[in-house]
């Protein structure tokens, strides 16, 4: 296999040879610089390089073009190399049917004509692209595999975590002769699944994430017993703490019980997130977060249940369900909220067999010709009825209020009335889940009367749940002051009639966002009084690294 291929098109004979001798000059000697002057002579150029067997990092493509244009182009060259970086040329009278036409594809990056300064414009752009294709990897990937049924609740929970933690995995049905011969082949029967088989040949039968973690290369062992800080859950405020800390020289490591991202990191599209004017999915944020954090030192322990805080003299001490303990100077707890269940009959039973608590993407291609339900009216069920919508037949918002307008955000509201197949029933609950092994119809009510009348039955398939915020908290009694839902309280919220909290040590008030105990830190959504955003939570756990300094200056 030769180096791998940057490759540009553009119609315009002059713009294409600008392109690749730009290119060429500063990336020549670890690329082949490839350019094409239509986007049919580029597709044709694809073809070739990849019967060949070569590899390309990332692609530019003009938007103005005949034939095909640069979004017509890039879907169909995706299909060839998935993996390949892509950007847009675009001159700026183009620039918002471009960013329209942008998450039709995935765009990376769009580039305003003309380009010079290319050290300025060009350049970072293409760095920016080359630095994600080698983190993601173009190169044969050794895919662990997954055996197991389509409405098996323990095959989903496996598939999830391995999507959620970006593991490349293949999927196999125990009803596909491919999954029937795995089986065979591992000793296994069809009840035995979800049966999970590494590159290297070992069979999990029914595993733990913590197993599946060991076992695909996830960390789950710290390496030190001692860190100058611990940051508790890898959602954006855990990441943008252990990104903080790592970088300003703390000895950091970062715990999550499931998966990085957390809620967000589930999200379909993130449009409004400061930097990102065409969105950004929360699992591409939540990769780039966590390389960053590893590029700063910061260390990952996944599938690692925290059960317990401890202050130990100086020390803070986080112990795990299996008994053991790591601890440190200072800790940042940043363990998020959870989505509330659903308190209907019928849902718990069937709960990873067509009942979802949030996004569950890896359903997605399952929903193609389904009538998908989505319970809740905030952004985050806005977004995924946006996303299921791009495969569903049909998507319906099942709201309790009297409109959208008091819970999402305006741009998401527009986004859906743009939706042919998206529609919202107003005043509408899950009476009850109906289904013989998995979920076959909803009974609803209409929650203004409350009579036999208001009940309907519907068919379907998949309901994915977005309701409230439940902190989970409870393993902080009697360590931690929490209010009376389970959010941590801190600083001036824990001082009550001018009087400290019970048990404080120091003289001085509580840091704005430190808890009850001294060294203790508490940011993002499981913060009593937080604003309830991504870019809030990301600001809150760099702002708890800034008090996590000034708390170690003291000793």
Known sequence: ?????????????????????????????????????????????????????DVVAAMLADYRMPQLNGIEFLEQAMDLFPRARRALLTAYADTDAAIQAINLVDVDHYLLKPWDPPEEKLYPVVDALVETWRATGDTAVEETKVVGHRWSAPSFKARDFLARNAVPYRYF????????????????????????ITPDGVCLCHPSDTEIAAAVGLSTQPAAEFYDLVVVGAGP??????????????????????????????????????GFPDGV????????????????GAETLSAREVTQLEARGSARVVHFGDGSEIAAHSVVLATGVSYRKLDAPGVDELTGSGVFYGSAVTEAPACAGQDVYIVGGANSAGQAAVFFARHAKRVVLLIRGESLHSSMS?????????IENVSVRNHTEVAEAHGDGHLERLTLRDNRDGTASSLETVDASYLFVFIGAAPRTEWLDGVLVRDERGFVRTGPDLLREN????????????????????GVFVAGDVRAESVKRVASAV?????????????????
Do not use: C
């Open 1 to 53: 296999m030769g180096k791998p291929v940057l490759l540009t098109v553009d119609d315009d004979p002059g713009v294409s040879r600008s392109v690749a001798r730009d290119l060429r000059r500063r990336y020549g000697e670890e690329f082949r610089i490839v350019r094409a002057d239509s986007a049919l002579d580029a597709l044709d150029a694809l073809r070739e390089l990849k019967l060949r067997g």
């Open 173 to 196: 049905s125990v009803d596909e002769p491919e999954g029937q011969r795995l089986l065979e082949a591992s000793g296994r029967v069809a009840e035995d699944v979800p049966v999970v």
């Open 539 to 555: 600001g809150e756990g760099a702002m708890a690294v800034t008090l996590v300094h000034r708390y170690l200056g003291e000793r």
């Open 237 to 274: 405020a855990g990441l943008g703490a252990a990104v903080y800390g790592a970088s300003e020289g703390l000895r950091t490591v970062l715990v999550e019980r499931r998966a990085t991202g957390g809620q967000a990191g589930q999200s379909s599209r993130i449009e409004n997130y400061l």
């Open 410 to 418: 305006h741009y998401l509201i527009q986004q859906l009335e743009g």
């Open 499 to 518: 009087k400290r909290p019970p048990g404080w040590t120091l003289e001085r008030d509580p840091y704005f966002m430190e808890s009850s105990v001294p």
């Open 281 to 296: 999915s929360g699992a591409q944020l939540t990769d780039r977060a966590r390389r960053q954090a590893r590029k700063f």
